[in-house]
């Protein structure tokens, strides 16, 4: 399974931002997508996964101001952050993991301005 994060970038606090990532080989395989953040000098963090099943699970920090979504047909992921804060900063990591497998993608920066 391969991952392409993309949507990254500078926003100034208070605004939005969507991430995509598109999902390629054996998607067949896959139960669980979402992503993770690795902020500044810290260890990665959850920020939310969606089951097949639509199951979801968040992260503390952003919980409340997030929507993830999938669009099948395209193979991909959509996270939307909604009231972006400094503490947002961070590299944001598309990940996937199924029945024995764990994969992540190259990560896109996201930096808040304050």
């Known amino acids: 399974v391969q991952l392409q994060a993309s949507g990254g970038g500078l926003v100034q606090a208070g605004g939005s931002l969507r991430l995509s990532c598109t999902v390629s080989?054996?998607?067949?395989?896959?139960?669980?997508v979402g992503w993770y953040r690795q902020p500044p000098e810290k260890q990665r963090e959850l920020v939310v996964t969606?089951?097949?099943?639509?199951?979801?699970n968040y992260g503390d920090s952003v919980k409340g101001r997030l929507t993830i979504s999938r669009d099948n047909a395209r193979n991909t992921v959509y996270l939307q952050v909604d009231g972006l804060k400094p503490d947002d900063t961070g590299v944001y990591f598309c990940?996937?993991?199924?029945?024995?497998?764990?994969?992540w993608g190259q990560g896109t920066l996201v930096t808040v301005s304050s």
């Open positions: 969606i089951t097949n099943g639509g199951r979801t």
């Open positions: 080989g054996r998607i067949f395989s896959i139960n669980t």
């Open positions: 990940h996937a993991s199924g029945r024995g497998f764990v994969s």
